[in-house]
């Protein structure tokens, strides 16, 4: 068990149980997001049926109920499979917001990339946020479209940085 400083939980991965309210707590983060479309539970849904959720972690509160949801997917690098992770779409229940969930899943999700021997994974997020996990901007990585400060990487094993376009998977739309 995963313990903050106020609220008990564990990282497990997501089961068919869990589909609903990983929905819903997507919608309940990312309400009201200037940075947000309200995309994000159609996005996990997409990439489930697809079969393109590489990984999917869940914080579950001692009860069973899911306080936080984190998606792992693979992306092309200049259209070839180079092996890496995008990471995303990753939410909190507001409640539970600000209490090491998000952390949590992030450390947990990659300490799993890592052990399967995923050699790095990109992120589109807030820098400040993401630079405690070893992301960082890196401009032999592009994402066109976004703010290049947004776009960050990982490397998780290995020393060698692919080099060009990242592109998610479809389900990202």
Do not use: K
Not at 15 to 23: F, N, P, S, W
Not at 102 to 119: I, Q, S
Not at 128 to 150: M, Q, V
């Amino acid at each position: 068990m995963t313990r903050s400083a106020f609220l008990p939980f564990s990282i497990r991965l997501e089961t068919r149980a869990d589909l609903a309210a990983i929905a819903e707590l997507h919608r309940a983060a990312f309400a009201g997001n200037p940075h947000s479309d309200g995309s994000e539970p159609a996005i996990v849904d997409r990439l489930r049926a697809r079969g393109r959720l590489a990984l999917s972690l869940v914080a579950a509160a001692p009860d069973g109920s899911v306080l936080g949801h984190c998606a792992f997917s693979p992306v092309v690098v200049d259209g070839a499979d180079v092996g890496w992770m995008g990471l995303g779409p990753l939410g909190v229940l507001p409640a539970a917001q600000e209490q090491g969930v998000g952390t949590a899943l992030v450390e947990a999700g990659l300490a799993r990339l890592r052990a399967n021997g995923v050699p790095g994974c990109v992120v589109l997020g807030d820098p400040d946020y993401y630079r405690r996990f070893g992301f960082e901007r890196d401009t032999r990585l592009r994402y066109p479209g976004a703010p290049p400060e947004y776009f960050m990487a990982v490397l998780l094993l290995g020393e060698r940085v692919p080099a060009g376009v990242v592109r998610y998977d479809d389900a990202f739309g």
